[in-house]
């Protein structure tokens, strides 16, 4: 009885743990940041890399950071549903004061509020 109680718990378990690596391997949005350029003190441009899986709305964020590493500036591009699934796009960010780095911090659907 014990033995096959403890078999349904690790096949559940088992079972459980292939359908998370499965649905995290296999995001409906990546994005990657390929470079950026600080253009003044109030300005800084960068590109990124947007990759869907489905046509689905992403909206990527960005950060402009500061020596102190404090965020001066912060912008969302919008990737329509019905561009290019694989596309790069510039982005240009306000900061409040001299940036030294934009960081990307992910894309996000609809269905996955998770940066990526």
Request: aromatic share 4%.
């Amino acid at each position: 009885m014990v033995i096959g109680v403890l078999g349904v718990v690790v096949l559940t378990g088992l079972t459980w743990l292939v359908w998370v690596a499965f649905i995290q391997s296999n995001p409906p949005v990546t994005s990657r940041l390929l470079g950026y350029e600080i253009t003044s003190p109030t300005t800084a441009k960068a590109t990124i890399q947007v990759d869907r899986t489905k046509s689905t709305v992403a909206n990527c964020r960005l950060q402009a950071k500061a020596a102190d590493f404090s965020i001066v500036g912060e912008i969302t591009v919008t990737v329509p549903a019905d561009s290019p699934r694989h596309q790069t796009l510039p982005a240009t960010l306000t900061t409040q004061r001299a940036a030294t780095a934009v960081v990307l911090i992910g894309c996000t659907t609809p269905s996955d509020p998770h940066p990526r």
